[in-house]
């Protein structure tokens, strides 16, 4: 657990694994740009046994004086992956991990969506009697307004298409349910702490930007899924929809942030997570801090 002034923040792991072949989630990676990291990379960041990078799944939960607030919801139960073995249908113990961490789903506030990728809003829902209910009961669901809108057209043109099903499953029931808040990519959600505009990644993709006296923190999301792109920051990752965009994005958060107090919560970095850019010659690295 991380102390940010008045602020708490504590990931809760869902799942990390060897996720995928560098060279297919990074498309612009080769041997040759890749070989000079490997020392550094191997084996915190790529498993030796499959030479896949390594992915953590986790939520945020984010305490204030006043609120909690559950930053992304992973990969969920139940939910359907079909191209995604380890994802699909799962069974784990996300609500047992929490209930461990002092919290029952009612006592989550918001629900705050940096974008709307299926490992990201899974725990938005859970199937109850064979209906997609919210998780949270007392939670509104906080989104960029762009994010939603662009989903929503998504799944308009191809409702039954593979990438239909998150916003199917993990988004629509939570639009229906009266829970959902959508807001401005720059949407203040209380004192020291705001949304920041990241698009690329997906269109409506934020930042989450936590300042409590002195404290500040950036929760990225999915502006960089891996520490090589400190060392890259212009390899964007197969999932982004405008990789110039997303380079732009990355790129600018990483300059903000290096040489910096301010902490570093990335989503999928493998644990321990958090830590601090420093700048590195032309490039930059991660000194962690857990
Ligand atoms: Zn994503």
Known sequence: MQAIGDFTLDALV??????MDPFDFFPDATPETLAPHLDWLLPRYMDPETRRFIFCFQSYILRTPRHTILVDACIGNDKSFPHRPTWHRRQGSFIADLAAKGLAPGDIDFVLCTHLHG??????????????VPTFPN????????????????????????????????V???????????????HQMEDGVWLEPAPGHTPGNVVVNLKSGAASAALSGDVIHHPIQLSHPEWSSMACEDKALSHASRRALIERLADTDTLLAPAHFARPTCGHIVSEGDAFAYRLVE
């Open 172 to 186: 629509q029931p939570i639009l229906e349910s009266g829970q959902a808040v959508l807001v401005d990519m720059d």
């Open 139 to 170: 939670a509104k669901y906080v989104m960029a307004r762009t994010e939603a809108e662009y989903w929503r057209g998504r799944h308009a043109a191809d409702p039954e298409g593979v990438r239909s099903l998150t916003f199917t499953e993990s």
């Open 119 to 132: 490992d990201h809003v899974g725990w938005n829902t859970q199937l109850v009697d064979g209906r997609w």
């Open 14 to 19: 869902e799942l990390q694994e060897p996720f």
